[in-house]
């Protein structure tokens, strides 16, 4: 037999074997939200027959998982026609299908929590403005106190110390430039 014909046939052989897995994992993940569909479902039925506070205790001494899984596995059964309806239920996990039924009210949250941020942020970098040019207001005017600029640089470091952790040094150093620069105390190019 030639090298290139056992090779086309180990290739051949490979294609189908990983095709055969590939086929495998598919199957396991779709078991895999349909058995947390039919646990959620046991879930819901179980929980039915408890009592109020009994549902918890029951749960940890009997099932062995958390409340979180638990309501996990209800929230997808009581979903169950959404995550069927979905095209690619063969290649669904569980976290997909979780996100899958994400509602409307809770994407309006993340675009609430989102955009409170952003103002929070917005606030933060006017607050940082007016800071900085305060800062650089007193530079100025610490400056002007001081005969000559070495007696100035030599007044920074003694009242703002080098910081010892490597990145707060780093930013230390580029935030404290940039308001040398800015207050015009060092040139631009200075080093």
Same mark, same amino acid.
């Given at each position: 037999?030639?090298?290139? !014909?056992?090779?086309?046939?180990?290739?051949?052989?490979?294609?189908?074997?990983?095709?055969?897995?590939? $086929?495998?994992? %598919?199957?396991?993940?779709?078991?895999?939200?349909?058995?947390?569909?039919?646990? #959620?479902?046991?879930?819901?039925?179980?929980?039915?027959?408890?009592?109020? #506070?009994?549902?918890?205790?029951?749960?940890?001494?009997?099932?062995?998982?958390?409340?979180?899984? !638990?309501?996990?596995?209800?929230?997808?059964? +009581?979903? %169950?026609? /959404?995550?069927?309806?979905?095209? =690619?239920?063969?290649?669904?996990?569980?976290?997909?299908?979780?996100?899958?039924?994400?509602?409307?009210? $809770?994407?309006?949250?993340? =675009? =609430?929590?989102?955009?409170?941020?952003?103002?929070?942020?917005?606030?933060?970098? /006017?607050? &940082?403005?007016?800071?900085?040019?305060?800062?650089? %207001?007193?530079?100025?005017?610490?400056? !002007?106190?001081? $005969? =000559?600029?070495?007696?100035? +640089?030599?007044?920074?470091?003694?009242?703002?110390?080098?910081?010892?952790?490597?990145?707060?040094?780093?930013?230390?150093?580029?935030? &404290? +430039?940039?308001?040398?620069?800015?207050? &015009?105390?060092?040139?631009?190019?200075?080093?």
């Amino acid at each position: 037999m030639s090298t290139e !014909a056992w090779k086309s046939n180990s290739l051949t052989e490979l294609a189908n074997r990983i095709r055969g897995y590939h $086929e495998t994992v %598919r199957q396991i993940l779709k078991s895999a939200v349909e058995h947390a569909m039919a646990t #959620g479902d046991l879930l819901i039925e179980a929980k039915a027959q408890l009592d109020h #506070g009994q549902w918890s205790p029951w749960l940890r001494e009997h099932c062995e998982m958390s409340e979180r899984t !638990a309501r996990l596995y209800m929230r997808l059964a +009581k979903n %169950r026609e /959404a995550i069927e309806a979905y095209e =690619d239920v063969a290649n669904l996990t569980l976290n997909a299908a979780v996100r899958l039924l994400a509602s409307p009210k $809770e994407d309006e949250k993340q =675009d =609430d929590l989102r955009d409170e941020a952003a103002d929070k942020i917005e606030v933060s970098y /006017a607050e &940082g403005k007016i800071h900085l040019a305060n800062l650089i %207001r007193r530079l100025h005017e610490a400056k !002007a106190a001081f $005969e =000559d600029d070495e007696k100035f +640089k030599a007044w920074l470091q003694q009242e703002f110390p080098e910081p010892t952790d490597p990145q707060e040094k780093e930013a230390s150093d580029l935030i &404290g +430039k940039m308001v040398l620069v800015t207050a &015009g105390v060092i040139p631009e190019d200075e080093n």
